[in-house]
């Protein structure tokens, strides 16, 4: 049970002075979705909830701490996420990749474990990867490479989950389950926090949303409240059409 | 995993026996055992012990040196082409070997200067990627390439005002000469304490392998962790390039070759690099004092045209 919180954070990005200091707690349980254009800071502000970049101002906390006052590996095993952008210079297999997600959780000396391998067969089986286990990473597909990296994210089993992107690449069929996966866990009171560039995934299944601009403003709050169709058009400077079928909110670009 | 050190330790052990049996005169299996377990006296002791051992010792030493620098650097820089040589280590190392003889010093002033200029060539590489920005392989890479560019441009200089009577003596030091190397210990220890102090942290450099931001997201204190690499990686190819000269090849070829066999886990390929890496370096030393003997051969030449067609066989049956 970990609340991830900024405190009056305001990320840094080149160029873009001011933008909204943003004060958020995401808390176990919860689904937050980052909607915003391309370059509005999105994966600016990812890397900075995961300490991998210095915020211009404010701070970032895990529970009570500063990220800048834990060790990295304490860090690990508590927040996790998966990159929108992976090297692979070296080739590696399927589950190799998965089981670096272990690395948080053992000493120097202790190599991976049968149960280590376990909850990395598993994460694979969950993303419906298992059969490439020994395939290297470089033949396989985007889609199917970035189902590996949230693998490799479940294997680590963090709290905190910060996902750029998760459903990059990935077909219809493969959305929803990436999705549904993500809602599972987050009933196993996982925090999740995402970057998405789908209103209607969004819409579905985030139970927070945060809206972010290109010139720095942001606002944020639960998803009804947020994704509504003229902010959502102000935001991404275009004209949409809104439907409602059954319970399912839908958005689609309207033709001018 | 075992199973392939065990393979890679039976074959340094052949070759080292291969080495220490070979020469102007051969040692017969049966008397090299006879020595190696105390039963023998005189000359083919004296010949073993005395004279072809040091040698053997220095040469493997110097391979696995070079051979797990080039693993090292290879997961620093993310790049499967990086190598001490490449960045200009040896480049450094070379210009302070050269000096040294042009000013007429003896062998130990001409290793003093070798390890010198390998360090400062490592110092001035790191200080000049570094430069106002924070550095990134890719800068460190280019201001290796460029710096070991300067290098060689002063070594052509040197070797063309030298005396002609000086020229053969550093022609062979810059293709690699093993023939020098007496003293195998000082090498020998700093291989073992290299892997010893790699293998604890293996495990991190897989994972930086994936890149510095993964990295740090799986709990890798990353800048401690490439420092230190790359600090070992440079104390290791100077002690190397200190005792045979400068050999190219092995710190490219070796771990790129392991790579191709066993996959890409330092765990493996860091002690595995040692044991070939310094079997590759005895075997080329070997056909460098036999194959036209009385004459030698630079080890150099050798290393690269054993290494060259291996390398080819390897990638061309990769996956």
């Known amino acids: 049970m970990t609340v991830l919180s900024a405190r009056d954070l305001v990320i840094d990005i080149p160029g873009r002075s001011g933008g909204a200091a943003l004060g958020l707690e995401i808390k176990p349980g919860q689904i937050w979705g980052v909607l915003g254009p391309n370059g509005a800071g999105k994966t600016t502000l990812l890397h900075t909830l995961a300490g991998l970049k210095p915020p211009r101002q404010g701070q970032v906390q895990l529970d009570t701490l500063d990220l800048t006052a834990m060790p990295r590996r304490t860090l690990a095993r508590k927040l996790g996420l998966v990159f929108q952008e992976r090297q692979d210079s070296f080739p590696a297999t399927v589950l190799e990749t998965a089981l670096i997600g272990r690395h948080p959780w053992l000493s120097l000396w202790q190599s991976e474990q049968a149960e280590d391998i376990r909850r990395a067969e598993a994460a694979l089986e969950a993303l419906d990867v298992s059969d490439l286990g020994t395939r290297l990473l470089n033949t396989l597909s985007g889609g199917e490479r970035q189902r590996v990296a949230i693998a490799t994210l479940m294997t680590q089993n963090p709290d905190v989950w910060l996902l750029d992107e998760p459903t990059n690449h990935l077909d219809l069929h493969h959305q929803v389950q990436v999705m549904r996966l993500l809602s599972a866990c987050s009933r196993r009171n996982k925090a999740i926090f995402m970057c998405l560039h789908d209103l209607n995934l969004a819409a579905r299944w985030c139970s927070h949303v945060l809206l972010l601009y290109p010139d720095g403003q942001a606002c944020w709050g639960s998803t009804e409240v947020m994704l509504v169709r003229d902010a959502l058009e102000g935001l991404y400077g275009q004209k949409l059409i809104e439907l409602h079928k059954d319970d399912i909110r839908l958005f689609a670009p309207a033709s001018d | ?319």
């Open chain 2, 1 to 319: 995993m075992i199973r392939a050190l065990s393979v890679l330790t039976g074959c340094a052990v052949l070759a080292c026996g291969l080495s220490l049996a070979v020469g102007s005169v051969t040692v017969a299996p049966v008397e090299l055992w006879q020595v190696v377990v105390g039963q023998s006296d005189g000359l083919a002791r004296t010949l073993v012990l005395d004279l072809r051992l040091p040698r053997t010792l220095s040469a493997f030493a110097a391979g696995g040196l070079l051979a797990i620098a080039g693993a090292l650097m290879q997961v620093l820089l993310r790049n499967p082409l990086a190598d001490p040589y490449v960045l200009g280590l040896s480049g450094g190392a070379a210009t302070g070997a050269l000096l040294a003889m042009l000013a007429g010093a003896g062998v130990v002033l001409v290793s003093g200067a070798a390890f010198a200029g390998a360090l400062f060539a490592t110092l001035l590489v790191f200080g000049l990627a570094h430069g106002t920005g924070s550095w990134t392989p890719s800068r460190l890479l280019l201001t290796g390439v460029v710096t070991a560019a300067g290098w060689g441009a002063a070594i052509t200089l040197m070797l063309a005002v030298t005396p002609a009577h000086q020229l053969p003596g550093m022609l062979y030091w810059l293709m690699g000469d093993v023939s020098y190397a007496r003293l195998p210990w000082p090498s020998m220890v700093v291989l073992v304490v290299a892997v010893a102090a790699m293998l604890p942290l293996a495990r991190s450099l897989n994972v930086l392998a994936r890149g510095p931001l993964q990295a740090a997201a799986l709990g890798v204190s990353v800048r401690p962790l490439e420092w230190a690499v790359y600090l070992l990686a440079s104390l290791l190819t100077a002690t190397a390039v200190t005792s045979v000269g400068s050999i190219g090849f092995v710190g490219l070829i070796v771990p790129h070759m392991l790579r191709l066999v066993l996959g890409n886990d330092q765990r493996i390929i860091l002690p595995a690099s040692a044991l070939a890496g310094g079997t590759l370096l005895v075997l080329a030393d070997t056909l460098a004092r036999t194959v036209i003997a009385p004459e030698q051969l630079p080890v150099g030449v050798i290393t690269a045209l054993l290494g060259v067609p291996t390398f080819l066989y390897l990638l061309h049956r990769s996956r």
